[in-house]
């Protein structure tokens, strides 16, 4: 069975960081493009950043660009998302999923505010 577990959300100050972890259970990570995507209250669903499978390649959201970074553990099976200089603006559900968005996470919530 295919699961997606996320964790690592909270309340944490403007310009502070936190490290959201997906941890992967029914197929090897590495072998799929992965994305993490949020949801902020009142919004649709915005895209965040991608990893690819193999090569690891790296993409992000204008809005996350040199802030956060997308990145796995292979020997874990896990995705993690370092998110630094946090935002009131990036208060919202995260979720990582297959890129191809078959398989979804329950959602872990980050809350920026003072």
């Known amino acids: 069975e295919v699961q997606l577990v996320e964790s690592g959300g909270g309340l944490v100050q403007p310009g502070g960081s936190l490290r959201l972890s997906c941890a992967a259970s029914?197929?090897?990570?590495?072998?799929?493009?992965m994305k993490w995507v949020r949801q902020a209250p009142g919004k649709g669903l915005e895209w965040v950043a991608t990893i690819s499978s193999l090569s690891a390649r790296r993409s992000y959201a204008d809005s996350v660009k040199d802030r956060f970074t997308i990145s796995r553990d292979d020997g874990k099976n896990t995705l993690y998302l370092q998110m630094n200089s946090l935002k009131p603006e990036d208060t919202a559900m995260y979720y990582c999923?297959?890129?191809?968005?078959?398989?979804w996470g329950q959602g872990t919530q980050v809350t920026i505010a003072s």
């Open positions: 029914g197929f090897t990570l590495s072998r799929y493009g």
């Open positions: 999923a297959r890129h191809d968005g078959s398989y």
